[in-house]
């Protein structure tokens, strides 16, 4: 009688891939970042709905009635996020684009609008995936942001920097309709990327953020700089000594992954050359903001607006009293000063990234800032600016660094998570706040 084998009544369990616990401990940290500040942003932004109200005539701001819910309640919990350029992007995502030279519309980038509309393929609610795939790009952009600013300052600095990220004062635009999160997914993912030598990854990621805003094709100097300068962990430098102007790596092949990121943009113009017979359609269109060139212009501009502001709330009879302006000329010049001091924030910030974290973060900031700075307003000339330099990350490493060595992460945060709920419960009413 021949023995038979033994057999055990166990379920066999298939373990998958699991998380390293790096990875794991990054996500521990953006969860916690993400929904303690979003929690700030949806709660004050509804209570300055309900307690101040929309501002007058906040109906006209969206014609199409793209950001309007089913109910007033559904309305009520999508106004921290549908607001102002969030028409736009929900109407190419149900509509596509429209030439019209009178319409703000197709200076908007395709790839966000684009990823609403298949999620609403799945959901039925463009609003609904529009929300999701800002929060759900945030999350991941703040893990990814852990990982990096752990191989450049380490683990402490790195909580401390997802904090200061995701509590800036206008970080509420990280879950609106906006590209933003989209937009420092892709940027910090082209910098971890490129920082490990995964180059087919950091050229993938860079033409996406190319598709993503107009400002995305910066993403390619530091991508550059990290090729040819480093601080690389796939090998060490072919060269070691020498001028600090010469590169450390030699040039390989590896390097055509990064014409990813102009094809991105080169994609955009061609579809714009062939639909609208313009590739520059999306340039053009920003006449309409009152945008011009001017080398540096917001800096000069938003320093003479903050002077005038000063002394126009020093003299009782300056405009910014006017009775009749109705309060109007005095929002603005609040405005201008607000704007002033993020520009402040920025420079002194820049400095400080140049001192304390690699050239290519540097050079990734100072390239940001001078195509920002080089297009003002002619209505605002810092127009907008927190929101263009919120998705500049170093700054936060930067300021998570020079707040950590003097103990001074909780008090910073605190400060800055009592600024965001102000700005998101303005925002929530329609009131223009960046």
Known sequence: MSARPATSNAAVVVEGPRLSAGAQRALREAWSALWTSRAIVWTAGILGVLWFGRVPNSERFDLVGVTHGTTAFNDLLAAPAARWDAVWYLAIARDGYHHDPNTLRDAFYPLYPLLIHVGNWVLGSRMLVAILISLGCFLVALALLYRLTELELGAEDARSTLLLLAFFPSAFIFSAIYTESLFLLLSVGAFLAARQGRWAWAGIAGGLAALTRNSGIVVLVPLLVL????????????????????????????????????????????????????????????????????????????????????????????????????????????????????????????????????????????????????????????????????????????????????????????????????????????????
């Open 227 to 434: 090729f040819l300068y480093g601080p690389r962990t796939d090998r060490e430098p072919d060269v070691t000594s020498g001028p600090r102007w010469r590169p450390r790596y030699r040039l390989s092949r590896q390097l055509l992954w990064l014409a990813l990121v102009p094809l991105g943009l080169a994609a955009f113009l061609g579809f714009s050359a062939i639909t609208f017979h313009d590739a520059f359609v999306p340039f053009h269109v920003e006449r309409l903001w009152y945008r011009h060139f001017q080398l540096l212009g917001g800096v000069t501009g938003g320093a003479k607006a903050a002077w005038h502001t000063l002394r126009d709330l020093v003299d009782s009879k300056g405009p910014a009293y006017d009775p009749g302006s109705g309060g109007v000329a005095l929002h603005f010049a609040g405005q201008d000063l607000v704007l002033f001091g993020f520009l402040v924030f920025a420079l002194v910030g820049f400095a400080g990234v140049l001192r304390r974290l690699p050239l290519a973060y540097g050079a990734y900031v100072g390239v940001a800032l001078l195509g920002t700075l080089s297009y003002p307003s002619t209505v605002q000339p810092l127009e907008s600016f927190p929101r263009y330099m919120v998705v500049l990350f170093p700054l936060q490493m930067w300021l998570a660094r020079w707040c950590g060595e003097r103990g001074r992460v909780a008090r910073a945060v605190g400060i800055s998570g009592v600024l965001l709920g102000v700005l998101a419960a303005q925002w929530s009413r329609w009131a223009l706040v960046l």
